[in-house]
């Protein structure tokens, strides 16, 4: 069979069926309409449902400036340090050998499997006045549970994976090799890490962040338990928004829905714009 045969019948089983193939990218695009593009678009719909001035009024109320405020700071302070987590323990299990590295592993896991609302509840039994560490909290006026450091921690707790599982396999792939060349010339542990181990991470490092971010910017279930639901003081916005539904206020709580939307938007537009940046970078960089 000559080379020209072989790379006819190459080229032919990656078209495949041409009637399959179109069936399966309708599908997808069904599939996406169905249940991404028409959940938005209601959204937005039921936001300005009556009118700009209304959507305005619910968006500045103080209870949902509060929220977004809150919401804000939680991410401002769990995504930094999942980010100095995930890239810490990637940098371990991909470069070293040590006992209970599996558990590790497995452990960086369990926020997927273990319920928000459980991990809510842990944190409750842990700082919560009748819990383990309640009475000392208490005698040193310090207060977690229903109060802003409890809403942080529950969105540590829910978005400690993101990071780390982007990065392990990454690092995993790309050996170390290239820091064990840049050891032997000399680098320092920070040289190696900044100009060896973090252009070859980077993509993988951006598009963890981003998930950990709208993961965080998200999370109902454990910062719900947590939080206490004190209006204008432990609502973020999901919150806020479940508040408002069940009150019968529909608009504002679309409203509202439509704030979390948006951040979402911005966070997508900041990781094209980041990779568009980089990819520059990288290019000048080769010409060089």
């Given at each position: 069979?000559?080379?020209?045969t072989?790379t006819?019948?190459?080229?032919?089983?990656?078209r495949?069926?041409p009637?399959?193939r179109?069936?399966l990218i309708?599908?997808?695009?069904?599939?996406?309409a169905?249940f991404?593009l028409?959940?938005?678009?209601?959204?937005?719909?039921e936001?300005?449902?009556?009118?700009?001035?209304t959507f305005?009024?619910?968006?500045?109320?103080?209870?949902?400036?509060?929220?977004?405020?809150?919401t804000?700071?939680?991410?401002a302070?769990?995504?930094?340090?999942?980010l100095?987590?995930?890239?810490?323990a990637?940098?371990?299990?991909s470069?070293?050998?040590?006992?209970?590295k599996s558990?590790?592993?497995?452990?960086?896991?369990?926020p997927?499997s273990?319920?928000?609302?459980?991990?809510?509840?842990?944190?409750v039994?842990l700082?919560g006045a009748?819990?383990?560490?309640?009475q000392?909290l208490?005698d040193?006026?310090?207060q977690i549970?229903?109060?802003?450091?409890?809403?942080?921690?529950?969105t540590?707790?829910v978005t400690?994976p993101?990071?780390?599982?982007e990065l392990?396999?990454?690092?995993q792939?790309?050996?170390t090799q290239?820091?064990?060349?840049?050891?032997?010339?000399?680098a320092?542990?920070w040289?190696m890490f900044?100009?060896?181990?973090l252009p070859?991470?980077?993509?993988?490092?951006?598009?963890?962040?981003v998930?950990c971010t709208?993961?965080?910017?998200?999370?109902?279930?454990?910062?719900?338990?947590?939080?206490g639901?004190i209006r204008g003081?432990?609502?973020?916005l999901?919150l806020?928004?479940?508040?408002?539904y069940?009150?019968?206020?529909?608009?504002?709580?679309f409203s509202?829905?439509?704030?979390l939307l948006?951040l979402?938007l911005?966070?997508l537009l900041l990781?094209?714009w980041?990779?568009a940046?980089?990819?520059r970078l990288?290019s000048n960089?080769d010409?060089e």
């Amino acid at each position: 069979m000559t080379s020209a045969t072989l790379t006819a019948n190459a080229n032919s089983a990656r078209r495949g069926n041409p009637l399959a193939r179109r069936l399966l990218i309708a599908g997808a695009w069904l599939v996406f309409a169905l249940f991404l593009l028409l959940p938005l678009l209601v959204v937005l719909s039921e936001a300005f449902k009556q009118g700009v001035g209304t959507f305005f009024t619910a968006i500045l109320e103080p209870d949902a400036i509060s929220a977004l405020k809150l919401t804000l700071t939680a991410v401002a302070i769990a995504v930094p340090l999942n980010l100095v987590f995930g890239v810490s323990a990637a940098w371990c299990v991909s470069k070293y050998e040590f006992t209970g590295k599996s558990l590790l592993v497995t452990l960086i896991d369990l926020p997927f499997s273990v319920s928000p609302v459980i991990a809510g509840l842990i944190y409750v039994l842990l700082f919560g006045a009748q819990g383990y560490f309640g009475q000392w909290l208490s005698d040193h006026d310090i207060q977690i549970v229903f109060a802003i450091p409890g809403i942080v921690l529950a969105t540590i707790f829910v978005t400690v994976p993101f990071v780390a599982r982007e990065l392990i396999p990454l690092m995993q792939e790309q050996g170390t090799q290239e820091e064990e060349a840049a050891r032997l010339l000399g680098a320092n542990g920070w040289q190696m890490f900044w100009h060896v181990t973090l252009p070859n991470i980077k993509w993988g490092l951006i598009y963890g962040v981003v998930l950990c971010t709208a993961r965080a910017m998200g999370e109902f279930g454990a910062v719900s338990v947590v939080s206490g639901h004190i209006r204008g003081l432990t609502n973020t916005l999901p919150l806020h928004v479940e508040i408002l539904y069940n009150e019968y206020n529909h608009v504002a709580a679309f409203s509202v829905a439509s704030l979390l939307l948006a951040l979402a938007l911005i966070i997508l537009l900041l990781k094209q714009w980041s990779e568009a940046r980089l990819s520059r970078l990288k290019s000048n960089a080769d010409e060089e």
